[in-house]
């Protein structure tokens, strides 16, 4: 607390779920995200032994309906203090499952509490186009929702490309030519890129997470007066046996 010079006092904080819906808790400001997620989760009714499948992150709700997730709140962070200092972003703290292996949801299934967080979190993901349903798998998750039938809604979801991942803001990339827009969705084990070419054509490529040697975050700053701030992520990457640098530049 002496490292971060911050005054000590109680405060309000409103942490909010996938389905727009918000807890509101009575902190003090010195809370770590370690214990805010704990008293919020034990507050939902979750067992304490899966506390650890959830995490904090701090997400924007943007003006044309997308969903930004800007950064996962670490353990020793204090989330109240990073809310106050981000102000300008207009952030706000949401709890979401922190695992990138679908299967892993057959865990949490038996518990009322931690079923409705994955539920609403799956929904959330369908209605801001995360997921990539066929139009008859669409149909059959419409009539799960309307009969509030939520574990097999979760089961089938769970075939779909794209459930579990996350979706990072579109960025640029380097691959396989310079200046490339790039819908980037991060997740089971691999980045998957939906890269718009020069040509206009779109060309799918994934990027499996056993095959990255290492990689490195740069902070950029903001281009330009009033933008956010871009961070610059390169990977080396084996492609058929020769290693390369890609490159995004992104906003989270």
């Known amino acids: 607390q002496d490292t971060f010079k911050i005054q000590i006092q109680r405060a309000f904080l409103d942490v909010y779920l996938a389905d727009g819906s918000n807890i509101r808790l009575d902190i003090q400001t010195s809370d770590t995200a370690e214990k805010v997620l704990e008293v919020t989760l034990c507050k939902m009714g979750l067992s304490r032994e899966l506390i650890k499948y959830f995490s904090l992150f701090f997400f924007q709700d943007r003006d044309d309906g997308a969903l930004s997730v800007v950064k996962k709140v670490a353990e020793f962070e204090l989330p109240y203090v990073s809310l106050q200092s981000m102000k300008e972003l207009h952030c706000k703290l949401g709890i979401r499952k922190w695992y990138m292996d679908p299967s892993l949801d057959t865990l949490l299934m038996d518990c009322r509490a931690s079923l409705n967080l994955l539920y609403m979190q799956a929904v959330q993901e369908v209605k801001r186009n995360w997921v ?107 492609d058929s046996g020769t290693w390369q640098w890609i490159i995004l530049y992104t906003k989270q």
Request: proline share 3%.
């Open 132 to 238: 990539k349903p066929t139009e008859g798998q669409m149909q059959e998750l419409e009539f799960l929702q309307k009969n509030a039938n939520k574990a097999k809604f979760l089961e089938l979801i769970r075939e779909m490309q794209f459930y579990g991942y996350v979706r990072l803001d579109p960025c640029i990339c380097d691959y396989p030519e310079e200046g490339c827009s790039a819908d980037i969705y991060v997740g089971n084990n691999e980045i998957n890129c939906c890269i718009k070419l020069s040509t206009n054509q779109i060309k799918e490529v994934s990027f499996k997470i056993n095959r990255l040697r290492s990689w490195q975050v740069t902070f950029l700053g903001a281009t330009k007066d009033g933008e956010e701030d871009t961070l610059e992520l390169r990977f080396e990457y084996n």
